[in-house]
């Protein structure tokens, strides 16, 4: 039975922090950023990660005395109240299969996977029955969860299981898709695009932080998503099939019909209930954010990556607009971007016109359209160590801009939240 909770007055508190503890269980950057800020907040933290970084964890977190490292997940698990699993998406079963066992009575278990069809099933799984997973837990154990998460100052979004796999896919997947892609292919043609006068300014600007941004982060973070959420397999196979019939339009020269299908999926996506707004962003903002020398003159582009994307959006009847209180900061700048090419008609038409009679992007376009299809091909056939190879080696290309666009991107995301904090 888990322990009896009131949450009265702030006597009644600090004598819950003094029996309630919390277990991390894998202490890679975001379970190290949880038992910073729990701990931090007064609570007791146990934690744990794989056995050979034992001793320097315990050195790092030595000077904070309400930490305790322990050498494995056993004896984080029998001594915590609240265990969160803060592991790999693709490692999620095998963890919690060797350490769930040992789980206290009556503890309460949750994980942090970008993915929770994989995390439920290793939960309910491997779990003692006794265990309160968030959805069989009671309202207390949930109050005393949102007590412990509230040190983080966010906005708590409760969901199934079911519906946080959909919106991130929705608000993700396809997103990370687009992006990677361009790393493969600035990387097959041996560019760094911000030394290129046509990739620099406005949402060229997007395009390039993002990427960069995107492949300085470790590859688990997006092979979890993309691999194990079937929803996201299907959206990433749709867009490369977008790509890949858009650029078809392009090369054939069908002026109508690319023109009918672009506005007829841009009229779906952006539907006039969902434009109270001004425009999220404009090449004036983006301008500001630019890691080369922005030109005189911008080179128009046609604008593949974000015809696909609305192309994609409107034949899986996906509206952007239904999941702003959960999207996150990269998939709110590539929606700004998208909102702004379709409502701004002469650009619209520029890019449209651009498809058809300028060969500028061509052979570009040829790559990313190779890279679409090359990462939607391995994601379908779920392998992991694939998905890394092809991962860090664009990674290890792009390397020695990282920290640059890390500093410009961040900026460009404040900007970006900043425009839709109110939506």
Same mark, same amino acid.
């Given at each position: 039975?888990?322990?009896?909770?009131?949450?009265?007055?702030?006597?009644?508190?600090?004598?819950?922090?003094?029996?309630?503890?919390?277990?991390?269980?894998?202490?890679?950057?975001?379970? $190290?950023?949880?038992?910073?800020?729990?701990?931090?907040?007064?609570?007791?933290?146990?934690?744990?990660?794989? @056995?050979?970084?034992?001793?320097?964890?315990?050195?790092?977190?030595?000077?904070?005395?309400?930490?305790?490292?322990?050498?494995?997940? #056993?004896?984080?698990?029998?001594?915590?109240?609240?265990?969160?699993?803060?592991?790999?998406?693709?490692?999620?079963?095998?963890?919690?299969?060797?350490?769930?066992?040992?789980?206290?009575?009556?503890?309460?278990?949750?994980? /942090?996977?970008?993915?929770? @069809?994989?995390?439920?099933?290793?939960?309910?799984?491997? *779990?003692?029955?006794?265990?309160?997973?968030? #959805?069989?837990?009671?309202?207390?154990?949930?109050?005393?969860?949102?007590?412990?998460?509230?040190?983080?100052?966010?906005? +708590?979004?409760?969901?199934?299981?079911?519906? +946080?796999?959909?919106?991130?896919?929705?608000?993700?997947?396809?997103?990370?898709?687009?992006?990677?892609?361009?790393?493969?292919?600035?990387?097959?043609?041996?560019?760094?695009?911000?030394?290129?006068?046509?990739?620099?300014?406005?949402?060229?600007?997007?395009?390039?932080?993002?990427?960069?941004?995107?492949?300085?982060?470790?590859?688990?973070?997006?092979?979890? *998503?993309?691999?194990?959420?079937?929803?996201?397999?299907?959206?990433?196979?749709?867009?490369?099939?977008?790509? %890949?019939?858009?650029?078809?339009?392009?090369?054939?020269?069908?002026?109508?019909?690319?023109?009918?299908?672009?506005? %007829?999926?841009?009229?779906?996506?952006?539907?006039?209930?969902?434009?109270?707004?001004?425009? *999220?962003?404009?090449?004036?903002?983006?301008?500001?954010?630019? *890691?080369?020398?922005?030109?005189?003159?911008?080179?128009?582009?046609? #604008?593949?990556?974000?015809?696909?994307?609305?192309?994609?959006?409107?034949?899986?009847?996906?509206?952007?607009?239904?999941?702003?209180?959960?999207?996150?900061?990269?998939?709110?700048?590539?929606?700004?971007?998208?909102?702004?090419?379709?409502?701004?008609?002469?650009?619209?038409?520029?890019?449209?016109?651009?498809?058809?009679?300028?060969?500028?992007?061509?052979?570009?376009?040829?790559?990313?359209?190779?890279?679409?299809?090359?990462?939607?091909?391995?994601?379908?056939?779920?392998?992991?160590?694939?998905?890394?190879?092809?991962?860090?080696?664009?990674? /290890?290309?792009?390397?020695?801009?990282?920290?640059?666009?890390?500093?410009?991107?961040?900026?460009?995301?404040?900007?970006?939240?900043? $425009? %839709?904090?109110?939506?």
């Amino acid at each position: 039975m888990a322990p009896k909770m009131t949450f009265g007055g702030s006597h009644e508190f600090s004598k819950l922090m003094e029996r309630i503890s919390v277990g991390i269980i894998g202490m890679g950057d975001m379970g $190290k950023l949880y038992a910073k800020r729990i701990s931090e907040a007064g609570w007791r933290v146990n934690a744990c990660d794989r @056995a050979e970084n034992y001793l320097a964890l315990r050195e790092e977190f030595a000077d904070r005395n309400n930490v305790k490292i322990y050498p494995n997940g #056993h004896l984080v698990s029998r001594a915590s109240d609240y265990i969160l699993y803060s592991v790999e998406a693709g490692m999620i079963d095998k963890v919690v299969a060797e350490y769930g066992p040992s789980t206290k009575q009556g503890a309460i278990v949750g994980g /942090q996977t970008s993915c929770k @069809a994989p995390e439920m099933a290793a939960l309910e799984k491997h *779990l003692p029955e006794d265990v309160l997973i968030k #959805h069989r837990a009671s309202h207390e154990s949930l109050q005393l969860v949102e007590r412990i998460l509230s040190c983080f100052g966010c906005k +708590h979004v409760y969901l199934s299981a079911e519906s +946080h796999d959909r919106i991130t896919a929705d608000t993700q997947a396809v997103t990370h898709a687009a992006f990677l892609s361009m790393g493969t292919a600035w990387t097959a043609n041996r560019q760094f695009p911000w030394e290129i006068a046509r990739y620099v300014g406005g949402i060229e600007n997007v395009k390039i932080n993002v990427t960069l941004r995107i492949y300085s982060n470790k590859w688990h973070v997006y092979a979890g *998503l993309a691999i194990l959420n079937p929803s996201a397999k299907i959206q990433i196979k749709e867009y490369a099939e977008s790509v %890949t019939e858009l650029y078809k339009l392009m090369l054939g020269g069908h002026r109508e019909e690319l023109e009918k299908r672009v506005k %007829t999926a841009g009229a779906a996506v952006f539907k006039t209930p969902h434009l109270d707004h001004d425009l *999220l962003l404009r090449d004036e903002v983006l301008d500001r954010f630019s *890691l080369g020398k922005v030109p005189q003159e911008r080179t128009p582009n046609n #604008h593949l990556s974000l015809l696909a994307m609305v192309d994609c959006w409107w034949k899986l009847g996906i509206v952007p607009y239904d999941h702003m209180i959960c999207s996150t900061p990269l998939f709110r700048l590539w929606l700004g971007v998208t909102e702004y090419l379709f409502r701004t008609p002469d650009l619209l038409e520029e890019v449209l016109r651009v498809a058809i009679d300028d060969n500028t992007f061509r052979s570009d376009d040829l790559e990313f359209t190779f890279a679409a299809r090359g990462w939607s091909e391995c994601v379908s056939f779920g392998d992991f160590e694939s998905y890394r190879d092809r991962f860090e080696k664009i990674q /290890q290309y792009f390397a020695p801009r990282f920290p640059e666009a890390t500093r410009v991107g961040n900026e460009m995301i404040k900007t970006i939240l900043e $425009k %839709t904090q109110d939506d």
